[in-house]
């Protein structure tokens, strides 16, 4: 029912196990996250997706279940840049020029431009206000917990001084003096990745009133579309990961035929082979070495910017039982699940 957004999933009573205790599941799209928490309280949903800003509005309330603090495998909320964006008929660039009122389709292939955001963007604060302080400040694109994740890597920190020195050194001075305009994206109905972009907007104008970013909620298919076509100059974006290894994290946002690199046109035939060197390595000590270069090697190269490595929380009505956490099913598996009926 595409018009109504919702996905309407019925159990085979020839399933070669036994039938599935529940008969339906209904699966909805509610973008707003204040209706999603009367629905919950109100018995019209069992379970709903809540950012973390929102849980003390949900816990304590009766009839409802919270856990919190769940393994996640995920990188989540990282600014992707677009090194060869897509000129035809996109407003997101405005002139398509750097003159003030637009960037040039090259824009973020300026490596002092892509440090210069890295800086600017407030990872404490996002931690805080987002995150209510249960996250930690992402390093890269393995999460943490994961083989190969280092904890002593150098990423660029929240620094509005150095931010100002590279963007005066950005394109040999010409941000600077001259400015820009561009729209950051983000999936319509994430107030996390919201909050994200009007961080990163509000730091990164407050350095030079000739800066200039606007926020932009996209419908998800939309969003997906247009990414792939290379039309955004610099998204908010997340992606699970399929297995947990560090192959899944580093394999989409650094290797040239990755989802997130082939879209934005990043390419580096040295994380290409470090790739490939650690997913076909045997011995554990020498592969996580090759993911930690790897992970130096995305801090001093930066095509993304990561921002948080947080946990998993599960809302459900206190009457729906085995419905179990898994990091990698998010949402869960769905077999063993039924709903206890009111004495």
Same mark, same amino acid.
């Given at each position: ?117 890295? *800086? $600017?963007?407030? #990872? ?5 206000? =987002?995150?209510?302080? &249960? !996250? ?110 560090? *192959? $899944?994290?580093? #394999? ?5 035929? =990755?989802?997130?690199? &082939? !879209? ?80």
């Amino acid at each position: 029912e595409r018009s109504e957004k919702r996905l309407l999933l019925a159990r085979s009573d020839k399933y070669w196990r036994s039938p599935a205790r529940l008969k339906r599941l209904v699966l909805k799209t509610v973008d707003d996250a204040n209706t999603r928490r009367l629905r919950l309280g109100a018995g019209d949903s069992d379970a709903t997706m809540l950012e973390r800003q929102f849980l003390p509005q949900v816990e304590g309330m009766p009839g409802v279940t919270v856990d919190d603090e769940l393994p996640l495998l995920e990188v989540s909320n990282a600014f992707i840049f677009n090194h060869k964006i897509s000129t035809a008929g996109n407003p997101d660039i405005g002139s398509g020029k750097l003159d003030g009122d637009g960037v040039p389709p090259d824009f973020f292939s300026d490596s002092d431009t892509r440090r210069a955001f890295g *800086h $600017s963007f407030d #990872y404490e604060g996002y931690i805080k206000a =987002g995150f209510r302080g &249960k !996250a930690r400040k992402a390093l890269g694109a393995i999460p943490y917990g994961v083989p190969g994740y280092d904890e002593n890597a150098h990423v660029p920190a929240f620094n509005p001084a150095r931010a100002t020195e590279q963007f005066q050194t950005a394109w040999g001075g010409q941000v600077w003096k001259k400015g820009f305009k561009l729209t950051i994206s983000y999936q319509e109905g994430r107030a996390d990745r919201q909050l994200a972009c009007h961080i990163l907007k509000r730091n990164v104008e407050t350095l030079n009133p000739k800066f200039r970013l606007d926020c932009r909620p996209v419908l998800y298919s939309t969003w997906l579309s247009q990414l792939v076509a290379g039309k955004y100059p610099l998204v908010v974006g997340r992606w699970a990961l399929d297995y947990p290894h560090a *192959h $899944s994290g580093v #394999y989409p946002f650094m290797h040239s035929q =990755g989802y997130y690199a &082939k !879209a934005t046109g990043y390419s580096n035939p040295r994380a290409d082979r470090l790739i490939h060197d650690a997913a076909r390595e045997l011995d554990p000590d020498r592969r996580n070495a090759l993911y930690r270069e790897l992970m130096a090697l995305g801090a001093i190269d930066l095509p993304t910017f990561y921002t948080v490595d947080t946990y998993a929380t599960r809302i459900y009505r206190s009457n729906v039982k085995n419905w179990w956490h898994n990091p990698i099913l998010n949402y869960g598996y769905f077999y063993p699940v039924y709903k206890e009926e009111p004495r």
